[in-house]
Structures are given as structure tokens and as C-alpha cells.
């Protein structure tokens, strides 16, 4: 592993691991609508990153060469709406006692990317990903048939995560300027979200306590960083090697979910993680396998 190797590997580690622990800020301060949180996640980070491109003394010209190329712009928006998917089902979940839904979307996010990148790259999956695919989709339809709906939670959040992975992987720009350019497109409809919105009620911004206008805020740096980190491991380590590190959050969260938070976990449910889990262990087995065995080259 070479050194952008290795720091992609350590930005990938405090990103996954940063996400992870997530539902705990959103438990700080409970109550508060998902759009009202979406609204203002999207405002404090546009705000910050803009302010952390101003300190770095970057040029703008990405801007405006970013603007006058359609499909760069094109590509950009998408990635940027689903980003705001992702934001809004996530938000929804954890206020709802949902986190171990919320784990699955991202425990499956590496099958994921297999699957968009036959679907859409023309990668020819290798028969361990094959397997791989089919147990992970016989865990849905378990989990589908037992809770007699679809996990619609998890398969959004998984479907939606891998898909933004996947654009940020070919964007043209680099991390900041990237997330500068997503944070702008959506920030027009946050701003007219926290308007209306405006001091409102006690949770909206500004609140009548301090406590609540610092946990609204506290948004911006509390998604820009890991988002940040995120793009930077993306960059710099294959799709492979960066979707051993996307168990690390859903880890986290399951854990938090089961025992600090007390969400049911039935003996049915736990069948299909399991497979889901099978599944992740033979994808891991067959990347590292072949790692090793490129290695020399």
C-alpha cells in the first residue's frame, strides 16, 4: 500500500467510523422535523465549505468551468440529489427508532456497487461476487417475507449511498470543491425551507435556546467532515479495498441499535442478516484473495 494509499485508508477508517456513531448526536436532541434537519444540514455545510475554500485560499475557475460543461453539471446534480435521498431516509430512520434498518442499507452498499457496476460499468462480477449477490438478495426476500413489507430502508439508503459512490469515483473534481458544488445545487431549496420555517417553533433555527441553535449548527461541520474524508478515501483506494472499510458504520450502528438503544431484533430478522452477512464475508474473502494475488504485480 503506498502513501495515498495509506491515507485514503485512514480518511475511509474516521469517515465509516464518524457515520457510524451518528445516531447518537441525532439523539441529542430529539423532536425535530427530518425536512427542518435535511434543511439545515445542507445550509450550515454549503457555509462551512465554502468558508474552508476561502481559508485555503483556493481559486474559483473549477466553478465556473464546472457550469459551462453540461454533463460535469449534469453528473453534480444527480449525485446531489442522491445525497439529499440518502440525508432524508437516514434522518427519518434514526428519529423513528429505526437504526438497525438504517444499518442494513449500509451493510448491503458494497454488494451494491458490485451490482451498479456490472448494471451500468460492464464489470463482469466474479463468481464468488455472484454467490455474493444471490445470498445477499435471498437475505431481503427473508426479510421481505417475515416482516411481510420490503425493507424499504435499508434497500433506499443502500441503493442511493452506492449510486453517490459510484459518481464520486469518476467526478471531475476534487473532494472539497465536489461537495462545495453539491451542498450549492441544494442549497436554494434549504433556504427557502428554513425561511419558512423561521423561528417557528422551539426547534426550528433560531430557537430560543442556545443548546438547540448549536446542535442546528452543529450540522454543517458534523456532515461536511466525514463526507470530505469519505470522498478523499474514494479517491485514492479502489472500489474493492473501500467497501471493506463501509462495514465499519453499519457495525456501529447495528450495535447501538441492539444494545443501547433497544430495537427489537427477532430470531427471523437475525436469519436474514445472517445471509446478508454471509454474503459480505464471501465478497470480502474473494477481494482480499485477489489483492493478494495481484500484489507481486
Not at 431516509?89 to 428519529?95: D, G, H, L, P
Request: aromatic fraction near 14%.
Amino acid at each position: 500500500m503506498n502513501a495515498g494509499e495509506r491515507s485514503g485508508a485512514l480518511a475511509a477508517t474516521l469517515a465509516f467510523a464518524w457515520w457510524g456513531f451518528f445516531p447518537l448526536y441525532f439523539r441529542l436532541l430529539p423532536g425535530i422535523a427530518p425536512l427542518e434537519v435535511l434543511a439545515n444540514r445542507i445550509v450550515w455545510s454549503v457555509l462551512l465549505v465554502g468558508a474552508i475554500a476561502v481559508w485555503q485560499r483556493r481559486r474559483w475557475t473549477w466553478l465556473a468551468a464546472a457550469v459551462r460543461q453540461p454533463r460535469v453539471l449534469a453528473s453534480f446534480v444527480a449525485s446531489a440529489l442522491l445525497l439529499s435521498a440518502n440525508w432524508l431516509t437516514y434522518i427519518w430512520a434514526v428519529s423513528n427508532e429505526h437504526v438497525i434498518d438504517a444499518s442494513l442499507g449500509y451493510f448491503i452498499t458494497p454488494l451494491v456497487n458490485v451490482a451498479l457496476g456490472y448494471a451500468l460499468l460492464g464489470e463482469r462480477p466474479r463468481r464468488a461476487q455472484w454467490v455474493a449477490l444471490v445470498l445477499a438478495a435471498a437475505g431481503v426476500v427473508w426479510l421481505t417475507a417475515s416482516a411481510g413489507r420490503l425493507p424499504w430502508i435499508g434497500l433506499v439508503l443502500g441503493l442511493t449511498f452506492g449510486a453517490y459512490g459510484l459518481l464520486r469515483k469518476v467526478a471531475v473534481l476534487g473532494a472539497l470543491e465536489g461537495l462545495t458544488l453539491e451542498t450549492m445545487i441544494l442549497a436554494p431549496a434549504a433556504i427557502a425551507g428554513m425561511a419558512w420555517w423561521w423561528a417557528g417553533s422551539a426547534t426550528s433555527f433560531p430557537a430560543p435556546d442556545a443548546a438547540t441553535n448549536l446542535w442546528l449548527v452543529g450540522l454543517g461541520p458534523a456532515t461536511t467532515f466525514p463526507l470530505l474524508l469519505f470522498a478523499v478515501g474514494a479517491r485514492r483506494l479502489p472500489l474493492t479495498t473501500l467497501g471493506l472499510f463501509q462495514y465499519l458504520g453499519p457495525t456501529i450502528q447495528f450495535v447501538l441499535g441492539v444494545w443501547l438503544f433497544h430495537e427489537p431484533l427477532t430470531a427471523a430478522r437475525l436469519v436474514g442478516f445472517g445471509l446478508i452477512w454471509a454474503a459480505l464475508v464471501l465478497y470480502s474473502a474473494d477481494g482480499w484473495r485477489r489483492a493478494r494475488r495481484l500484489a507481486p504485480a
